[in-house]
């Protein structure tokens, strides 16, 4: 599975950004897909998550402001982020999660992360 992150830029406090993240490879594999960031001097940190199913799970930090789906035909991950903040500033990576089965049926799980887009948002 390769991941292809984009949608990255420079926007103003209060503003809105959509990050997208298209996936290829063996995507019949994929599970579960999620966004996380990493800050300036800061480490790695979950931003949100998405089931195969639609469910979701999201940072704190992050609830209400931004909106995680996903289009399972096409294989993109989404990340809509309104009202933006300064401190939302980092370099959004994107992940998923694979499964597959070997001859006995017994399940492997890879993890694969995309190249990172870069958001800053300015005061």
């Known amino acids: 599975v390769q991941l292809q992150a984009s949608g990255g830029g420079l926007v103003q406090a209060g503003g809105s950004l959509r990050l997208s993240c298209v996936a290829s490879?063996?995507?019949?594999?994929?599970?579960?897909m999620g966004w996380y960031r990493q800050g300036p001097g800061k480490q790695r940190e979950l931003v949100a998550t998405i089931t195969a199913g639609g469910n979701t799970n999201y940072a704190d930090s992050v609830k209400g402001r931004f909106t995680i789906s996903r289009d399972n035909v096409k294989n993109v991950l989404y990340l809509q982020m309104n009202s933006l903040k300064p401190e939302d500033t980092a370099l959004y990576y994107c992940?998923?999660?694979?499964?597959?089965?070997?001859?006995?049926?017994?399940?492997?799980?890879?993890?694969?992360w995309g190249q990172g887009t870069l958001v800053t948002v300015s005061s």
């Open positions: 490879g063996r995507t019949s594999s994929i599970n579960g």
């Open positions: 992940n998923a999660d694979s499964v597959r089965f070997d001859e006995h049926g017994i399940p492997t799980v890879s993890a694969h």
